[in-house]
């Protein structure tokens, strides 16, 4: 549901100044918000600079005073750390105030912080993101939004600058439930590509014509069209770049796991989605967890 058609100029915090972070901060900065990061790493937060964050060295620091707190992390845990305890956002936000968490984190993580945000009088929405690096640096990403109404309407117009679908989906924790099915069968999508790939690759097929067919053909999907897992075909791919992230594999591997998890809670099993975990987890202990998911073909291959 749309909530609104536009955003004033807002005061915002970014905590999480990583491969995402830093793109789509950048685009709410270029869309006319006063940006303060925050980041562990000090790459990120001169990276962040020089898109005119301006970097505060805790969240202490960055929350006080602002309209929204993003969050961009890598688990539920270290979402958690950050918003809760006596030096989180939680405790030093303004009252009225939303933190917007665009991590993956899991359904329990997302409703425990929403019930620990309303204790401290802010709010919280659940806005996990899809598009990848690509789709943040181009403000094309497709947001899942779970959290009550009048937070989702404080959140949905800022995202504005980030995103090109924005979708209240419900309640909290129901924004990463949605990713949670969505990233489940983009991953077995990108596994599958992969494997096949490695296959055209034994077979002695031009990858070029590959694609090209298979991009015409019933085997043709997002991620094969997008993220191609063999080089020098499509441009953009990581695969075209070394395998750099991207998507990690080691992130693939968590929202498989978080997609397994879920669905052994239901008394279901996902037969694919378990295989394709598998994989991902084998191309990690080769080493490969911090290439991006194409570099699957790599573990695959070698």
Request: glycine share 12%; proline share 4%.
């Amino acid at each position: 549901m749309s909530i609104s058609e536009g955003a004033e100029m807002s005061k915002i915090a970014w905590i999480g100044l990583g491969h995402m972070g830093i793109p789509m901060s950048k685009n709410m900065v270029d869309a006319g918000h006063t940006v303060l990061g925050v980041d562990i790493a000090e790459p990120a937060r001169e990276a962040a600079r020089r898109n005119g964050v301006t970097v505060v060295p805790t969240v202490a620091e960055a929350v006080r005073d602002v309209d929204a707190v993003f969050t961009m992390l890598q688990n539920g845990k270290v979402v958690t750390e950050v918003v809760t305890g006596p030096d989180g956002a939680f405790a030093h936000m303004p009252a009225g105030a939303v933190v917007v968490d665009c991590s993956t984190t899991g359904i329990d993580t997302a409703r425990a912080l929403a019930t620990e945000a309303r204790q401290h009088g802010v709010g919280f929405v659940d806005a996990p993101v899809s598009g990848g690096v690509e789709g943040a640096a181009d403000g094309s990403l497709t947001l899942m939004l779970g959290g009550d109404i009048e937070h989702v309407a404080i959140a949905e117009p800022l995202l504005k600058s980030v995103g090109a679908y924005i979708v209240h989906v419900g309640a909290s924790g129901d924004g990463q439930a949605m990713k949670v099915v969505n990233n489940a069968m983009m991953a077995v999508g990108m596994a599958a590509a992969c494997e096949v790939s490695v296959l055209a690759r034994r077979l002695n097929l031009d990858p070029q014509v590959y694609f090209n067919v298979v991009t015409q053909s019933s085997g043709d999907s997002w991620v094969f069209r997008n993220w191609f897992p063999l080089p020098g075909v499509v441009d953009t791919s990581p695969s075209s770049h070394q395998y750099e992230p991207g998507f990690m594999i080691d992130l693939i591997h968590k929202d498989l796991y978080l997609a397994n998890a879920t669905a052994a809670e239901f008394g279901l099993r996902l037969e694919t989605a378990a295989a394709a975990q598998k994989m991902f987890a084998g191309a990690s202990a080769k080493g490969l967890g911090q290439k991006d998911c194409t570099g699957l073909v790599l573990g695959l291959d070698g």
